[in-house]
């Protein structure tokens, strides 16, 4: 378009139409707004490079955002965990706490009646002094608690589940002890390994039927004499648990027996029962 302006200006500049200095001004002019033109084309190429710019960063701060979003969601998620662990070891820790103070509680409450074990068993040897030194019977203190052995043959009769005059006797002198505690008093009874033969087979068919027969026995002769009988319990071991083997008279005498067994019974706010 300039230079069809030029050409026609020329053509009236020739034609004497148009002055020199008119076309001049016209070729400046037309060389400025080429330089402008020139100028925009370059700002325009400029601003398309910013733009391509902007649009990079725009992506870069999308990606950047949506990385950080999941970041966040991430963070969340191991918040929520990291709180629930740390709400769970709180309850295990007072869970220990408390565990550590019953073990605490149930083991000075064991130590207390440990030694009242102690006085108990000291107060039966005195009590049964001269019963222990004629062999009729033997005291043991255990672990848990504390263990009479009296022989079949100072409580009954051959073949008889009733108590003789010196097996009461040395039972009496034990209840008058027992009824003073408040330990769990079990009666096992025991007996050698030979059947039982004759016309006492049909009163007690096996050994079974005569060891708890005497242990019953021995059992009520306690409560008789005021040994409370929720605190007493029956147990037959029959020939089950010797204390030596059954290879002579003497040692099947000795296991023929009735044991009292002295156990602290558990506390009220014990869990345990029996």
């Known amino acids: 378009m300039f230079r069809i302006l030029i050409v026609l200006v020329a053509g009236l500049v020739s034609s004497g139409c148009v002055t020199r200095g008119a076309f001049e001004a016209l070729r400046e002019n037309r060389d400025r707004i080429e330089a402008e033109r020139r100028n925009l084309i370059r700002e325009v ?3 398309e490079l910013e733009r391509d710019s902007f649009e990079k960063q725009y ?9 950080e979003r999941l970041d966040r969601t991430t963070l969340a998620g191991n918040l929520e965990r990291v709180e629930k662990e740390a709400t769970r070891l709180d309850r295990d820790l007072e869970a220990e706490r408390l565990a550590r103070l019953e073990a605490a509680r149930a083991l000075a409450e064991r130590e207390m009646q440990i030694a009242a074990m102690k006085g108990t068993y000291d107060e039966l040897v005195s009590d049964l002094e001269s019963e222990l030194s004629a062999g009729q019977i033997e005291i ?3 672990r848990e608690g504390i263990r009479l052995n009296v022989s079949d043959d100072v409580l009954f009769a051959s073949g008889s589940a009733e108590l003789d005059r010196i097996g009461r006797d040395v039972l009496v002198k034990v209840a008058g002890r027992l009824k003073e505690i408040d330990d769990f008093i079990e009666v096992r009874g025991h007996t050698d390994d030979r059947p039982i033969r004759g016309a006492l087979a049909r009163i007690y068919p096996t050994n079974w039927e005569l060891a708890a027969a005497r242990a019953a026995r021995v059992v009520r002769l306690l409560e008789e004499h005021g040994v409370p009988g929720n605190r007493l319990a029956v147990v037959s071991l029959g020939p089950n648990d010797p204390i030596v083997p059954n290879d002579s008279p003497e040692n099947r005498a000795r296991n023929r027996r009735i044991e009292i067994r002295l156990e602290p019974r558990p506390s009220s706010g014990s869990s345990a029962s029996r």
Request: hydrophobic share 40%; no cysteine.
């Open 45 to 47: 190429a400029r601003l």
């Open 140 to 142: 043991e203190q255990l």
């Open 59 to 67: 992506l870069e701060a999308q990606e950047a955002y949506e990385d």
